[in-house]
Structures are given as structure tokens and as C-alpha cells.
Nanobody, 118 residues
Framework: VQLQASGGGLVHPGESLRLSCAASGASLDGYSIGWYRQVPGQEREGVSCIGYNDGIIYYADFMKGRFTISRDNDKSTVDLQMNFLKPEDTAVYYC????????????WGQGTLVTVSS
């Protein structure tokens, strides 16, 4: 299933953004979904992952309680609420199924750019 991230934008330090991950014409039910981010020139890193049963698989240490991952079953999306954003959070954010992120390098969508700048 091909996923698409949206909701990025330009914000000031300390502000919030809510990213959303959806599958075109498909449901996310039954999939463990992860959020990842990549700064140009650096490797992609995991941010958070929610299990198919809505259990939280992980949060990256750098999130330190600032980000929250959740599943909206009505909208069939997996959202990432990002609060107290810092300039170092600037990156392209992607979502993907946990399985595809691990085993299918061709599965990545375009991502959504988050820029945190004063």
C-alpha cells in the first residue's frame, strides 16, 4: 500500500504542526505505521511507530514527549502531532508501513517538508 504524508509547513520555534498519513483508496487497518524523517544529506531516521493494534511500538528519544502518534480510524489516517518544534526538527517527514520501511526501499512516497525557523 502506498502512503502519502501531508500537513508540513513553515513554523516558528515552539509552535505545533499535525502531520497526517493516508493511503489512497485503501485503509490503514491491520498495518503498523511509522513516521520517519530525513534531513538532506543525512540518513532517514525513525520518529515513531504505532502498531496494527494501536499499541505504540516506539518513540525516538529526541521526541522527549513533544510528539504524539495516533490513529484516526474514522479518517483512516495515522497522525503525528508535533509540539514545541525546534529548528533541528526541520526535515522531510515520511510515513510508511513498518514492513515496507524495512524491506522495500521503493515504497517511499514524497514526504512532507517541515521547516522550523525564526
Amino acid at each position: 500500500v502506498q502512503l502519502q504524508a501531508s500537513g508540513g509547513g513553515l513554523v516558528h520555534p515552539g509552535e505545533s504542526l499535525r502531520l497526517s498519513c493516508a493511503a489512497s483508496g485503501a485503509s490503514l487497518d491491520g498495518y503498523s505505521i511509522g513516521w520517519y524523517r530525513q534531513v538532506p544529506g543525512q540518513e532517514r531516521e525513525g520518529v515513531s511507530c504505532i502498531g496494527y493494534n494501536d499499541g505504540i511500538i516506539y518513540y525516538a528519544d529526541f521526541m522527549k514527549g513533544r510528539f504524539t502518534i495516533s490513529r484516526d480510524n474514522d479518517k483512516s489516517t495515522v497522525d503525528l502531532q508535533m509540539n514545541f518544534l525546534k529548528p533541528e526538527d526541520t526535515a522531510v517527514y515520511y510515513c510508511n508501513t513498518q514492513y515496507s520501511a524495512t524491506y522495500d526501499p521503493t515504497s517511499w512516497g514524497q514526504g512532507t517538508l517541515v521547516t522550523v525557523s525564526s
